[in-house]
């Protein structure tokens, strides 16, 4: 037999293979920068270090072992030096583009992992192939820093697929805009006005905090904070605190919210506690031109007008008292319905005073002149 015909049939045993088609091999040997496999064919084939990962410090040898099957497309069927040039990185974009596109058309919920935290929004991958979220398609709230995310195992769906612009984009607002839809529908079915439920805090602003109930937020204005007076709801209230609230009322999909539980209501018993004649100490909330409002109790003030603050004239209140300042009043006059209390603290002078002047000292009585004797 010619040798020329034994190659022939040497040949001839070996299988056919094409640019671009998927062979399976066995793992020969792995370097630390290369990959060698056995694909049937009268050469070897050649898995490079940057056509198995974008990873330039990778070590093939720690994700791949000798004896292993892979497969991988080929690059060219003689690479220069006789061996065929193949590419698993290629392989497996293919097969993640080809994954995304079926989860576009089917707008399927896609789970990845977030690689990248870029200026402009995350990088996720799918089988090896890229997805870019923007940043306004990430939460359904604006969200300046999202480096929170990073490492993160994230839900969204493809709303863009353009392979040829390698763009390919992701939404997660959409899910949680769907998601946060269905949560409200049931909250709004199980709650009414008069129920006591719990929140946590989402925001603080100066006239008041947004209450996160599990679907929908409700408002705790800065007068519902509180029977008595808050002046900064900031002071009171952080992101993230845990509240029991009232639903004060409910106008379509706006909850308002309330800290005034009736059974604490210091009005309640108001009326034995505050009666006229009763001599009381409170401290001086605040000043107008006409008087101090004292408070008594969180929840129940007073006015001393300027008129009874002392029995000397007083121009302003401000000449003699000053906020924070605790004083001893009495009580002149109690109206309930409207929740109004006067003070005096001229009646308590005009009391001391009385209890204060001197007795007057009986004269001696003359002695009667003696009988003479």
Do not use: C
């Not at 091999?25 to 064919?41: A, H, R």
């Not at 994230?154 to 392979?163: D, G």
């Not at 008595?228 to 706006?254: A, C, Q, S, Y």
């Not at 009763?278 to 109790?297: N, P, Q, S």
């Amino acid at each position: 037999m010619s040798d020329a015909s034994f190659e022939e049939m040497l040949n001839a045993s070996f299988k056919t293979i094409h640019t671009g088609e998927v062979v399976t091999g066995k793992v020969l040997d792995v370097k630390e920068d290369e990959i060698i496999l056995n694909i049937g064919y009268k050469s070897d084939g050649i898995i490079l270090r940057n056509e198995y990962s974008n990873d330039n410090n990778l070590d093939l040898r720690t994700v791949v072992q000798t004896g292993q099957e892979m497969e991988a497309k080929v690059l060219k069927v003689n690479d220069g030096e006789g061996q065929v040039s193949l590419t698993y990185k290629r392989l497996a974009a293919d097969r993640g583009s080809k994954r995304l596109e079926e989860a576009f058309n089917n707008h399927e919920v896609l789970t990845a992992k977030v690689v990248q935290v870029l200026d402009g929004g995350l990088s996720v991958v799918v089988d090896d192939s890229r997805v870019f979220i923007p940043a306004s398609l990430v939460s359904d709230s604006y969200e300046k820093d999202l480096t929170r995310y990073a490492g993160q195992d994230i839900e969204f769906v493809i709303t863009e697929f353009n392979p040829r612009r390698r763009r390919v984009i992701g939404d997660r607002r959409q899910l949680m805009m769907a998601k946060k839809a269905e949560l409200q529908k049931e909250l709004f079915a199980r709650i009414k006005a008069g129920d006591t439920v719990e929140g946590v805090v989402k925001n603080v602003t100066d006239f008041g905090a947004f209450i996160d109930l599990g679907g929908a937020d409700g408002l705790l204005h800065i007068s519902e904070m509180s029977w008595g007076r808050v002046e900064n709801p900031k002071k009171v209230f952080k992101p993230g605190d845990k509240v029991k609230v009232l639903i004060k009322d409910i106008t379509g999909t706006k909850i308002a919210l309330s800290l005034k539980f009736p059974d604490q209501n210091p009005w309640e018993n108001a009326t034995a506690k505050y009666a006229p004649g009763t001599i009381i100490k409170g401290t001086v909330a605040r000043m107008t031109d006409f008087g101090a409002f004292v408070e008594l109790e969180p929840g129940v003030d007073a006015l001393l007008h300027v008129s009874q603050i002392s029995r000397k004239h007083v121009d302003k209140p401000s000449d003699i008292l000053k906020a924070g300042q605790e004083i001893e009043a009495e009580i002149v006059d109690f109206n309930e319905a409207e929740h109004k209390i006067s003070l005096s603290m001229k009646a308590l002078e005009a009391q001391e005073e009385t209890t204060e002047e001197p007795k007057t000292e009986e004269e001696p009585k003359a002695e009667e002149p003696k009988a003479a004797e």
